[in-house]
């Protein structure tokens, strides 16, 4: 099969050297082209992305307070963290909140995709009520929620209090705060998986569906044994970035920063939001930098181990 | 940078001690403070008066104010309110408590841990109690504890723990709000106590011209010259709610009835004089402060547990610390 890659271009019909006297072979000046698609993307790559990566990496081995002083103290970071009880909670705060986001995302995401995915009046409507959170600002969601959150007076104890339950404390309490922020995460994101799902699901052939009807498999069969194994490619791809964002707090640091700061007495204290806290407030940048790199080893680790189960992300159907 | 080398000794003499303390340092002056704002509680009088209680009834003591917050809890409504965010902010409000017996989170000396005290204890568990007791919210409106509009005014709170900048707040956002306010209920034995927030003028000794910097702070609000001390005037009282931190300007603006009744004459005459500077700690000594007090407040930790682990996690710190003395 040709690919419009492989049609005759306006190069090919330049005199072979072309403008700047360089004798390339066609594969040559294929390669050519495709790095320089690249290369506008990869210079904004390596600016904004690899330079500071690797100056953070390296201001971990120093200790800077923010006032011009760089001391370096090789490892000193690194065993800090080790013996530090704040860090070691906030990766098990972490370790709790990506447990619980990433299969919360998987199922909400896939169960909106199905429900939607269907030829019934105004459905577009519910396509865009359910996609709409994610197109306001965080902060404010992050500010909504907090007042609907709120002791008594909120929405959700004010309707807790109409059906005769009694009310909580849906921000201010340790035992219960992670779990509020968890679910306006996924109240947040659910919509943008849907669609990721929705198109996993229109490249489903329907003949498939007709063909195990006849042979009478019901709803459930159909499900398991057509929906899910095609959804494969999606479905990693779902589960890769969902996890990379609940890892890196993507989405936790503006909800975190706003409706908890943290608190109340740490439970919601993620990663990310422990290195904002010992870079901005504590200006110490160096440990800082030192927890940020063990962050971004985590996942790669995660990242690495997701590829290798699932090959690379490449299904083969038979 | 040490703005007192460009000051009169009669401008050094001009502010007051209790609001310089956390602001010198081996009686050099580096920090020249445009406000003071110290901490006392607001109630509102719409719902004492909804409750049937009278001025007489405003709580002189912890207990009493629990029990007067029972009173004023209701079914949308909380008794009192302290700050629930964890931050600077909350250490600086539960300060007064800790003080009020006794209790401090350093020695004088400033090099050693004075967190593990029954002083200590006791004001942990005095927060804890109003959660406890259901007296107390867990997290507030608006932009929280200091924020009197979102929670005081409406009705979310019949009494909050706040800064006098309130006033200036509620002037402007809740006009018609009819309140009062009273200086920090004190614990048994107890002595009146509040601190003194506010921001300053500093200069960064690495800068670029850190001199002209310094005359620059001490030019704004250091000086004795009329617009020196005018300037301090119209800061605190038009265009804020501030007590003045020069005795001059405190005078002036007493003057042009700046004190003359209600909060701000509270303010003046019966919180400022028991107030402490803001302490100067570095961020692991507040962080172990605020990690006790958010476990003991919203955790229910064991108070004494928590003031010991935090003593700990001070004197760990402050063995390897050379900076100036903490105050």
Redesign the interface.
Same mark, same amino acid.
């Given at each position: 099969m040709r690919s419009s890659l492989d049609a005759p271009s306006v190069v090919e019909k330049r005199p072979a050297g072309g403008r700047f006297g360089l004798r390339l072979k066609r594969s040559q000046r294929e390669a050519l082209a495709a790095y320089l698609f690249i290369l506008p993307d990869a210079l904004g790559l390596a600016i904004f992305v690899a330079v500071p990566m690797l100056f953070s990496l390296s201001l971990g081995f120093f200790s800077v307070n923010g006032f011009g002083g760089f001391r370096f103290v090789g490892l000193a970071n690194y065993q800090r963290m080790l013996i530090d009880p704040l860090f070691r909670k906030s990766l098990w705060v972490t370790f709790v909140y990506v447990l619980i986001l990433v299969p919360a995302l998987y199922i909400t995401g896939l169960a909106l995709a199905l429900l939607v995915n269907r030829r019934t009046p105004f459905i577009g409507v519910f396509r865009s009520m359910f996609f709409l959170p994610n197109v306001v600002s965080l902060v404010v969601v992050a500010l909504t929620w907090q007042v609907m959150l709120v002791d008594k007076v909120g929405f959700v104890n004010r309707m807790f209090q109409l059906f005769g339950l009694p009310g909580y404390s849906w921000l201010g309490d340790p035992n219960i705060t992670l779990y509020s922020i968890l679910f306006v995460t996924v109240w947040f994101l659910m919509g943008y998986y849907m669609i990721i799902f929705m198109s996993g699901l229109q490249e489903i052939p329907r003949e498939y569906y007709d063909a195990a009807r006849i042979d009478g498999a019901g709803p459930w069969a159909m499900f398991t044994r057509i929906t899910l194994p095609l959804l494969r490619p999606t479905s990693f791809f779902v589960l890769l970035v969902s996890l990379v964002s609940a890892v890196a707090g993507s989405q936790a640091f503006d909800l975190i920063y706003v409706m908890t700061r943290g608190g109340p007495a740490n439970s919601t204290s993620l990663v990310i939001f422990y290195i904002y806290q010992q870079a901005f407030q504590f200006n110490n940048y160096g440990y800082a930098a030192a927890m940020a790199s063990f962050l971004v080893l985590i996942l790669l680790v995660v990242t690495i181990s997701l590829f290798a189960v699932t090959k690379g992300g490449r299904f083969h159907f038979t | 940078m040490e703005l007192s080398q460009y000051m009169e000794d009669a401008a050094k003499k001009d502010f007051f001690d209790n609001v310089m303390e956390t602001r010198i340092v081996d009686g050099k002056i580096y920090g020249l403070p445009m406000e003071v704002e110290p901490m006392a509680m607001y109630y509102s009088h719409k719902a004492f008066s909804e409750a049937k209680l009278s001025e007489a009834d405003v709580p002189k003591t912890w207990d009493q104010l629990i029990e007067v917050s029972k009173k004023l809890t209701k @079914?949308?409504?909380?008794g009192c309110l302290f700050e629930? /965010? *964890? /931050?600077y902010y909350q250490n600086f409000t539960w300060y007064p408590f800790l003080w009020q017996g006794g209790g401090d989170i350093v020695t004088p000396e400033g090099n050693k841990s004075a967190f593990n005290s029954p002083a200590t204890v006791q004001a942990l568990k005095f927060w804890q109690d109003t959660i406890k007791a259901g007296v107390a *919210?867990?997290? &507030? !409106?608006g932009f929280g504890g200091g924020d009197p509009g979102a929670n005081l005014a409406s009705g979310?709170c019949a009494i909050q723990n706040l800064g006098i900048w309130g006033v200036s707040i509620l002037r402007e956002n809740a006009k018609g709000f009819e309140y009062g306010v009273f200086p920090c209920p004190i614990p048994p034995n107890g002595q009146p106590k509040s601190v003194l927030g506010g921001w300053s003028f500093v200069a960064n000794a @690495?800068s670029k011209d850190p001199e002209n910097a310094a005359k620059f702070c001490v030019w704004a609000l250091g000086s004795m010259s009329d617009d020196s001390i005018g300037r301090v005037v119209d800061w605190c009282i038009k265009a804020k709610s501030d007590v003045s931190p020069r005795k001059s300007a405190l005078e002036k603006a007493t003057e042009l009835g700046g004190y003359k009744d209600g909060p701000m004459k509270v303010f003046k005459d019966d919180v400022f004089p028991t107030g402490r500077g803001e302490p100067r700690v570095p *961020? &692991?000594v507040y962080?172990a402060v605020s990690?006790a007090v958010? #476990?003991c407040? !919203? /955790?229910g #930790?064991n108070p004494e547990q928590q003031a010991a682990e935090a003593s700990q996690n001070i004197d760990s710190y402050l063995a390897g610390y050379s900076g100036a003395p903490l105050r």
């Open positions: - | @079914k949308s409504q909380f629930t /965010g *964890p /931050g *919210p867990r997290n &507030e !409106l979310y @690495k *961020p &692991e962080k990690d958010q #476990a407040q !919203l /955790g #930790a």
